[in-house]
């Protein structure tokens, strides 16, 4: 079961996008067309989260 909030947290996106070069690796590797086909769609779908989700503005330092 997972939590739903109003907003994804930065937790989530920051282990997607360490998950997400794992992912295109597997293209070196066989596999069915139809498994092929799921693997991508996943990729597109954790893309989508990343870039729905844009790093947020940090203030600088003083």
Known sequence: MSVLAQTTERKAVTTL????????????VAMSAADAFDIA????????VIESNPEPKRNPKK
Request: hydrophobic share 45%; glycine share 0%.
């Open 17 to 28: 996008k360490k998950v997400l070069p794992i992912m295109e690796r597997l293209d070196y």
């Open 41 to 48: 769609t996943a990729l597109n779908l954790i893309k989508r």
